[in-house]
C-alpha cells in the first residue's frame, strides 16, 4: 500500500516536472526582446548626438537631407549647410505679405532678413535695394549657397525683388503670387529680370 502511494506520488512529480519544462515561456518574456529593440530603436532617433554612435547621427543627417532635397526640390550632396536648408524648409509656405517678416506673412526681403538673423546671427538691410548695396557683387555663374540674388524690370528700373541662392539654379522668395517657395533662375520670369548676385560677408 504504501509502495503504491509512493509510486504514484513519483509519476505525479514528473508529470508536473515535465509540464513546467516544456511550457511555453509567457508573453512577457517572448516580447521583452522586441520591446527593448523599440525602445532602443526609439532612443538612438532622440535625444542629442553625441550620446549615440557616429551612426545613428550619420543616419538621422541622411534622413534630414533627404527632406531637404524633396522638399525644397534639390540634387543634394548631403555637405551643403545644414541650418540653411531647414530654416528654408520652415518658411516654405509662408504667405506674402507685404511689409511683414514674420511666418503668418512675408515679403521677399523680410524672408531674407530673417533667414540671414536665424542661420548667420546677421542683420540685414530690409530693403533689397539696401541689400544689393551693402554686398559684394559675384558673377552669376560664381554664385554660391547663401547668396543674394538680385531683379529688376529691365535697364534703369529700381530692384524690386530679392531671394537667396541655393544651388543648381534655384533660389528661395517670397513672391507676391505664392508666398515663400524654391523657384529656378531659368524659368523666364526670372531669367528675363534676373539682375545681379551679391555676397553677404559672414565673419
Not at 509510486?7 to 526582446?33: D, G, M, N, R, W
Not at 535695394?129 to 558673377?139: D, G, L, P, T, Y
Not at 505664392?178 to 534676373?194: D, E, I, T
Request: aromatic content about 12%; glycine content about 8%; charged content about 15%.
Amino acid at each position: 500500500m504504501n509502495n503504491s502511494l509512493l509510486y504514484c506520488l513519483a509519476a505525479s512529480s514528473l508529470a508536473l516536472s515535465f509540464f513546467f519544462e516544456h511550457t511555453p515561456a509567457s508573453p512577457a518574456v517572448t516580447t521583452a526582446a522586441p520591446v527593448a529593440a523599440e525602445a532602443s530603436l526609439f532612443s538612438a532617433f532622440s535625444g542629442d548626438d553625441e550620446d549615440k554612435p557616429a551612426t545613428v547621427a550619420s543616419s538621422r543627417d541622411s534622413l534630414a537631407y533627404n527632406y531637404y532635397s524633396q522638399t525644397l526640390g534639390l540634387k543634394l550632396a548631403f555637405n551643403e549647410d545644414k541650418n540653411l536648408l531647414q530654416t528654408v524648409t520652415d518658411w516654405i509656405g509662408t504667405p506674402y505679405s507685404y511689409g511683414n517678416n514674420s511666418k503668418k506673412g512675408t515679403d521677399c526681403s523680410g524672408f531674407v532678413t530673417r533667414v540671414f538673423k536665424e542661420v548667420y546671427g546677421i542683420t540685414l538691410q530690409r530693403s533689397s535695394r539696401s541689400m544689393f548695396q551693402n554686398v559684394k557683387h559675384v558673377a552669376k555663374t560664381e554664385m554660391q549657397s547663401g547668396d543674394l540674388v538680385f531683379f529688376r524690370r529691365g535697364p534703369g528700373q529700381p530692384i524690386y525683388h530679392v531671394g537667396i541662392y541655393l544651388q543648381d539654379g534655384k533660389f528661395a522668395h517670397s513672391a507676391c503670387n505664392g508666398g515663400v517657395m524654391v523657384s529656378s533662375l531659368n524659368q523666364p520670369y526670372y531669367h528675363r529680370n534676373f539682375y545681379a548676385a551679391g555676397r553677404v560677408a559672414t565673419n
